[in-house]
């Protein structure tokens, strides 16, 4: 039996995606610690991460609200660092995040506005 099938189909199949959804936290807790410039590539994981967990980004009861944080902060410094394009589609997923009721996204926005 060849790798591609015990891994559960196609690279880009259901095996990638199980693996996505359970270990997406820690992506965003290494996105968010590093203090390199972020790769552009992160921003669809961001899309992503809001997707796979919706509302549980805001559902205190669940491990997924307190690492909302680093998605939050992962958007805004793509938007910071990033061209016209990147900006607009940080700000799409940033709505994404305000619809999921993503925990701290309005305290950090509010904090940001204040920043300048």
Known sequence: MDLQRRAGGSPGGRATETAYEAHFEELFTALDDSTRLLP???LPACERAVGTAGRELGDIRTARAAMSNHVINVVLRLC???EK???QC???VIDG??????CGLDQV???SVSLG
């Open 85 to 87: 394009r990147t900006r």
């Open 40 to 42: 552009v590539a992160a």
């Open 80 to 82: 910071r660092q990033g």
């Open 90 to 92: 940080g700000l799409d």
């Open 97 to 102: 995040l305000s619809a999921a009721g993503a």
């Open 109 to 111: 926005l509010a904090a």
